[in-house]
């Protein structure tokens, strides 16, 4: 079940238009599932690339309660929306992209879009 988890988010990537060398520096997981004996090693054969657990970093106040993997997804969304600019009409406006911003981007739309 989670391997078929797993190629499913794969497939997914690849659909969006993400590619392999896209994510050449590895995977990384976050949030409670990311906690999931084994999960890593599975991940990895699927991927076959580096796979971590991500934990949230550049953190003040609170940090023994934030550090955890499980609240990786919401601190870097925080953190995304502290660096987001908005003009003075309060509208969102994107930040330059970089590339890693671009398949920040696509990976966001695809996760609004699914959920």
Excluded at 59 to 79: F, I, N, Q, R, W
Aim: glycine residues 10%; contains cysteine.
């Amino acid at each position: 079940m989670i391997n078929q988890a797993i190629e499913n988010a794969q497939n997914k990537m690849r659909e969006s238009g993400v590619k392999h060398h896209h994510i050449a520096a590895g995977v990384v997981l976050t949030g409670g599932a990311s906690q999931i004996e084994g999960l890593v090693e599975c991940a990895e054969r699927v991927f076959g690339n580096q796979v971590r657990i991500g934990k949230p970093t550049e953190v003040k106040g609170l940090t023994d309660y934030v550090k955890e993997p499980y609240h990786s997804t919401a601190v870097g969304l925080l953190h995304y929306g502290k660096d987001s600019r908005f003009n003075d009409d309060g509208e969102y406006s994107e930040p330059k992209q970089s590339s890693f911003s671009g398949l920040f981007s696509k990976m966001r739309n695809w996760i609004q879009k699914e959920f």
